[in-house]
C-alpha cells in the first residue's frame, strides 16, 4: 500500500473519535492539536493581561510627574508585565507551536507522553492565577522587577512566595514540556526522517528544550534559596548574615541568558520555515542553521555575567564575558546571512506570514546590533539599566519572539482551522504593528543614551518629548492587537477553504494532511525519502 | 573615529546622520524637534574615560550600522528584484561552504577590531590607583550618604524636589516642575577638577547605583561589598553634574538623584578647610542660582556653611515645649518618612506599616527610640541614628505618638536620644 493510499483510506474512516463534552475535549485532552490550542489561546490571553499592565506603565510615563498610579504600584506593574510576558505569554506560546507542528512535522501521531502533555499545560491557569492574585494581598504583587533581585525582594511582602511558587510551577511546566518535545524528536520521527532532515524548528525546538531543562532548575534553586532567606533563617543573600547579594544575581543569570535564547531560538525556527516556503526556494545552508543554533545555546551558558557588569567584578572575569558574548553574534550572524541567501534570487511573494518573517529579520537584527553594542563592557557602563536596554530588549523579544509568533499564527492557521485568514486584514495587521512597535521603542534608545535609567516611575524634564512618542506609540500597538484576536476569532468561524498544501508548494509532511488537520494524523507513519 | 572628541557640532552631525537612516519615524521625531527637546546621544563627556566611552560607542554604531545598511540593501535588493510578481525564477541552490566560511571569518575579524580599543578602556577604567581624594559613597532607600574619608566631612544627600511637584494626581494641589525636577538634592558631592577622586561605593539596604553619565562611571551600590570607581574632571569643566540611581531599589528608586559640583582644586581645599560639620539644608540656599554662575557659587558655598554649623551647637542647648517638637516633627517626618509611612501615616499595608495606631507608635515609648535610631535588620526600616541629629529624632518620634489621631500625649526630649547614643 502507497503512502498516499495509506492517508486516503484513513480519510474515509474519519470519523475524528474526538472525546464528547467540553470537559472531556478540553481539560482531560490527551491530544497534542488540542493542547496546543490551550496552550495558544493561555499564551495570548496572557499577552493582553501583560499589555494592559504595559499601558499602565506608558500611561505614567506620559508625563513627569505622577498621575496615575504611585511608585509602588508602578514597580508592580513592571515586575507582573515582565513576569507575565516572559512566563505566561512567550514561553508557552512557543510549547503550543510545538505541540502542534513538532508531531506533524516529524509524521508522528501525537506527542510521545500525552497525558504528561495535557498535565504540563494546565498547571499553568494555576500558577498564573496565584501570580495575579497576588494583586490583593496586603503589599500588593512582587514590586523588586522580574529578576527578583535580592536582598530587595527580602524585604517584600508576602506576593514575593505567591510569586516562587508560581515560579516552581511554571518550571515544572517548562521542564516537563521540554521532556516532551525532547523524546518525541528523538524517538517518533517518521521512517527516513534523519535528525539532519528534519524541519528546523523542529531543531531549534529540540536545542531548546534541552536549554530548559539545563536551566529551570537552576532558577528554581535561585528562588528557593531566597524562601528559605525570608522564613527559614538562612542567608545566602542577606548580608546581614554573611550572605552575598551578588550571588543570587550569578544564579539568576546562568538561568536567565539561556531563558533569554529559549525564547528566541524557537521563534528562529519559525522564520526558517516561512521564508523559504515565500521565496519558493530551500532553506540555505541548512547544516550551518543547525550548527548555528547549536552554537548559540552553548555560548549562552558562557556570557550570564553581561547582564552584571556594574556589580564590581575582577577585570579578567569582565574581559573574559566581554569577549564570550561578542562571539555570539558570529553563529547569530550566521543565521541572518542565510535567511538573506535563502531570499537572494527566489520568487517572492509577500502574504502575511512573509511580512512578518522579513519584520523579524530586520526588526531583530536591531535588537542584536544594539545587543552588540551592550557587550562592550566600557560603554555598558553607561547602556546599563538604562532605556537603551529597554529598547534593547524590546526589539528581540517583541520584535524577535512575539512577532515570529503572529507569522508563525497566520502561516499555519489554515492548517489548524481549515479555513485562509484575511489577507488584507493581516496585512493591515503587520503594517499596523510594525509600525507602532518603532514608534513606541526606537524613542528609548535616545532616553537611554541622554540618561534615562529604567524602571522610573517618574523622570526629569529633558526625558519628555521621547517618553509621549513612546506611549502614543505603546497604546496604537496595544490597540492594534485586538484587530489580530478579530481575524483569528473570524479564521475559526468560517472563511474560504484552506487546501491540503494550503501554500505554493511548500515543503514539510504538516503540508500533507487535510486543512484543517485532523483529530489524529499519522496513524501510519509516513515514509521520507 | 572621527566622533572621539564629541562637540555640539560633532552632536548635531549625529542627529541628521541618524535621521537619515531611521527612515520614516527618525524623519518624525525630526519633525517635532523644531520647539521640544530630543537629546539622541550620549550626554556631554567632562572625563577621559567618558570621552573614551563616548569614541567607542560611537566606533560601534557605525561599525553596526554600515553591516546593517550592507545586509539589509541586499536583503531589500532581493525583495524588489527577486519577486513572483516580477516573474522571477527561483533557482535551487542550497548550500555553499565558501560563503559560509566568508561570513563567518569576517565577523570574527571585525569582533576583534571592536575588543582591542574596548579592552584599552576598560583596562583603564578599572585603575583605581593613584587617586589624591577618596570618597564614600553608601546607598540608602532613598539618598545617598557621601563621606569624605580623609577630611571627617560626612553628610547626606536626598531629593530636594517639592513632593507638590511630584504629585500631580490633583491638578488644584500640584506645582508646576522647576527646572532641575528630580534632579535637585539638599547637599551635594563637592569634588575638585584636574585631580583623580576615587569613590568607594557600598549600600546600608538593598542595591543602588551610582551614575554621573557625565563622567562615564556607573557603579553598584551593595551592601556587604566596597565596590570601587574613578573619575578625574576635566580642569575648566567646573559646575554642577547631575545622575540618578540606576538599579531598582524600591518604591523611591526615581526619587534618589546624584548631584555633584566641581570646583577648582583650590576652591576645594578651601572648602575642606571651612568644612568638617554636616551641611545644612539652608547651606545651599539655592541651587538653581548656584547653577547660573558655577565657579563663584562654589565659594558661597563654603561661606554657608560655618554658620550652619554654630547654629546646631546652639540647639541642643535649648528647652523644647511639646509644639515645637511637633512642628519641627512635622517638617521631619514629611521629609524623612513620609515616602514609605504615607503623608498621611497609612503606610501601604504589607510593605510599609502604618504609623496611625500603630502599636509601635502608641506603646513603649523606648523601644519606638530604638527602633528609630537603629532601624530594623531585613526591612527597609533605616536606622536614623546617624541620619538625624538629636532634635530631629526626638521631635519626630513626639510627633508621631500624637499625630495622626494617635493621641500618647507624652514627649521625647532630644536628651533622651543623646543618652541612648
Redesign the interface.
Known amino acids: 500500500m502507497s503512502e498516499t493510499a495509506v492517508a486516503h483510506g484513513h480519510d474515509h474512516h474519519d470519523h475524528d473519535h474526538k472525546p464528547s463534552g467540553f470537559f472531556r475535549r478540553w481539560c482531560m485532552s490527551t491530544n497534542h492539536k488540542d493542547i496546543g490550542t490551550l496552550y495558544l489561546i493561555f499564551s495570548l490571553t496572557m499577552l493582553f493581561v501583560g499589555g494592559a499592565m504595559a499601558l499602565v506603565i506608558r500611561a505614567e510615563l506620559w508625563q513627569p510627574g505622577l498621575q496615575f498610579v504611585d511608585p509602588h504600584f508602578f514597580n508592580q506593574m513592571t515586575t507582573m508585565h515582565a513576569l507575565i510576558m516572559v512566563f505566561g505569554a512567550v514561553m508557552p506560546g512557543f510549547v503550543g507551536f510545538a505541540n502542534w507542528m513538532v508531531p506533524l512535522m516529524v509524521g508522528a501521531p501525537d506527542m510521545a507522553l500525552p497525558r504528561m502533555n495535557n498535565w504540563s499545560f494546565w498547571i499553568l491557569p494555576f500558577a498564573f492565577t496565584i501570580l495575579i492574585i497576588s494583586f490583593f494581598v496586603p503589599g500588593g504583587a512582587p514590586a523588586a522587577g522580574w529578576t527578583l533581585y535580592a536582598p530587595l525582594t527580602i524585604q517584600g511582602g508576602m506576593s514575593v512566595d505567591m510569586a516562587i511558587v508560581a515560579i516552581h510551577m511554571m518550571g515544572i511546566s517548562s521542564i516537563m514540556g521540554a521532556i516532551n518535545i525532547i523524546v518525541t524528536t528523538l524517538n517518533m520521527r517518521a521512517p527516513g526522517m534523519t535528525l539532519m532532515k528534519m524541519p528546523m524548528f523542529v531543531w531549534t525546538w529540540l536545542i531548546t528544550a534541552f536549554l530548559l531543562i539545563a536551566v529551570m532548575p537552576v532558577f528554581a534553586g535561585a528562588v528557593t534559596m531566597l524562601l528559605t532567606d525570608r522564613h527559614f533563617g538562612t542567608a545566602f543573600f542577606n548580608p546581614a548574615g554573611g550572605g552575598d547579594p551578588v550571588l543570587y544575581q550569578h544564579i539568576f543569570w546562568f538561568f536567565g541568558h539561556p531563558e533569554v535564547y529559549i525564547m528566541i531560538l524557537p521563534a528562529f525556527g519559525i522564520i526558517s520555515q516561512i521564508i523559504p516556503t515565500f521565496s519558493r526556494k530551500p532553506l540555505f545552508g541548512y547544516s550551518s542553521m543547525v550548527f548555528a543554533t547549536a552554537a548559540i545555546a552553548f555560548l549562552s551558558f558562557i556570557v550570564w555575567a553581561h547582564h552584571m557588569f556594574t556589580v564590581g567584578m575582577p577585570l579578567q572575569g569582565e574581559l573574559f564575558f566581554m569577549y564570550a558574548t561578542m562571539l555570539i553574534s558570529v553563529p547569530t550572524g550566521v543565521k541572518l546571512f542565510n535567511w538573506v541567501t535563502t531570499m537572494w534570487r527566489g520568487s517572492m511573494t509577500f502574504e502575511t506570514p512573509m511580512l512578518y518573517a522579513i519584520g523579524v529579520v530586520f526588526l531583530f537584527t536591531m535588537g542584536g546590533l544594539s545587543g552588540l553594542m551592550l557587550a562592550i563592557t566600557p560603554a555598558d557602563f553607561q547602556y546599563h539599566d538604562t532605556y537603551f536596554v529597554v529598547a534593547h530588549f524590546h526589539y528581540v523579544l517583541f520584535a524577535g519572539a512575539v512577532m515570529a509568533m503572529m507569522g508563525g499564527a497566520f502561516f499555519w492557521l489554515p492548517k489548524w482551522t481549515g479555513h485562509m485568514y484575511n489577507e488584507t486584514l493581516g496585512k493591515i495587521h503587520f503594517w499596523l504593528t510594525t509600525i507602532f512597535f518603532n514608534i513606541t521603542f526606537f524613542p528609548q534608545h535616545f532616553l537611554g543614551l541622554a540618561g534615562m535609567p529604567r524602571r522610573y516611575a517618574d523622570y526629569p524634564l529633558q526625558f519628555t518629548e521621547f517618553n509621549q512618542w513612546s506611549s502614543f506609540g505603546a497604546f496604537g500597538l496595544g490597540l492594534s492587537q485586538l484587530l489580530f484576536v478579530y481575524i483569528v476569532v473570524s479564521t475559526v468561524r468560517g472563511g474560504k477553504k484552506a487546501t491540503t498544501e494550503v501554500w505554493d508548494n511548500p515543503e514539510g509532511l504538516e503540508w500533507t494532511v487535510p486543512s484543517p488537520a485532523p483529530f489524529h494524523t499519522f496513524d501510519q507513519p509516513p515514509v521520507v525519502r | 573615529m572621527v566622533f572621539s572628541r564629541p562637540t555640539k557640532l560633532a552632536k548635531n552631525q549625529l542627529a541628521s546622520k541618524l535621521t537619515a537612516i ?1 527612515g ?3 524623519a ?2 525630526y519633525a ?1 524637534a523644531a520647539n ?8 556631554q563627556p567632562v572625563t577621559q ?1 567618558a570621552r ?2 563616548y569614541g ?2 560611537m566606533l ?2 557605525w561599525i ?1 550600522v554600515a ?2 545598511v550592507l ?2 540593501s ?2 531589500f535588493y ?2 524588489f528584484a ?4 516580477k516573474n ?9 561552504t565558501k ?2 566560511v566568508v ?2 571569518i569576517i ?2 575579524i571585525i ?1 576583534i577590531i ?2 582591542w580599543p ?2 584599552k ?3 583603564s ?2 585603575d583605581t590607583t593613584k587617586s589624591e581624594h577618596t570618597v564614600k559613597i553608601t546607598g540608602y532607600q532613598w539618598k545617598w550618604g557621601y563621606e569624605y574619608l580623609d577630611n571627617d566631612i560626612s553628610f547626606y544627600s536626598t531629593l530636594a524636589t517639592p513632593r507638590e ?5 490633583d491638578k488644584a494641589t ?1 506645582e508646576k ?1 522647576g ?5 535637585e538634592v539638599d547637599n551635594h558631592l563637592v569634588v575638585p577638577s584636574g585631580r583623580k577622586i576615587r569613590a568607594l561605593i557600598t549600600a546600608n ?3 543602588h ?1 551610582w ?1 554621573v ?1 557625565a563622567f ?5 551600590a ?4 566596597i ?2 570607581l574613578w573619575f578625574n574632571v576635566d580642569e575648566g569643566k567646573e559646575g554642577f553634574y547631575r ?13 534618589m538623584p546624584i548631584v555633584v559640583q566641581v570646583v577648582t582644586g583650590e576652591q576645594f581645599d578651601n572648602w575642606l578647610a571651612s568644612g568638617g560639620e554636616s551641611f545644612d539644608a539652608g547651606a545651599i540656599a539655592d541651587q538653581d542660582e548656584a547653577d547660573a554662575a558655577t565657579s563663584s557659587a562654589a565659594a558661597a558655598v563654603v561661606e554657608a556653611i560655618a554658620p550652619a554649623a554654630s547654629a546646631a551647637e546652639e540647639a541642643s542647648a535649648k528647652t523644647w515645649t511639646q509644639d515645637e517638637l511637633m512642628a519641627l516633627g512635622d517638617e521631619v517626618y514629611q521629609s524623612r518618612c513620609a515616602a514609605c509611612h504615607g503623608a498621611d501615616g497609612v503606610g ?4 510599609f506599616p502604618a504609623i496611625a495606631g500603630s502599636a509601635v507608635a502608641t506603646g513603649d515609648r523606648e523601644s519606638q527610640i530604638d527602633l528609630i535610631m537603629f532601624g530594623k ?4 526600616m533605616a536606622a536614623f541614628a546617624n541620619q538625624l541629629n538629636d532634635e530631629e529624632i526626638a521631635s519626630v518620634i513626639t510627633y508621631q505618638r500624637n499625630a495622626f489621631g494617635n493621641n500618647v500625649g507624652d514627649v521625647v526630649l532630644p536628651a533622651d536620644i543623646k543618652a541612648k547614643r
Not at chain 2, 348 to 351: C, D, H, K, L, T
Open positions: 531611521g520614516a519615524i527618525a518624525l521625531v517635532g521640544a527637546e530630543y537629546q539622541l546621544n550620549f550626554q574615560v573614551d566611552i567607542l560607542h560601534i554604531f553596526c553591516i546593517f545586509v539589509f541586499v536583503m532581493s525583495i527577486h519577486r513572483k510578481s522571477h525564477e527561483a533557482s535551487q541552490f542550497s548550500h555553499s560563503v559560509e561570513w563567518t565577523p570574527t569582533l571592536m575588543a574596548a579592552t578602556v576598560l583596562i577604567m578599572e511637584q511630584i504629585d500631580q494626581f500640584a516642575q527646572e532641575n525636577y528630580l534632579l539596604d538593598v542595591i547605583a551614575w553619565p562615564g562611571t556607573k557603579k553598584d551593595i551592601p556587604g561589598y565596590n570601587e545622575g540618578q540611581c540606576a538599579e531598582l531599589c524600591g518604591k523611591d528608586h526615581a526619587f501601604i499595608p504589607g510593605v535588620p531585613g526591612t527597609a
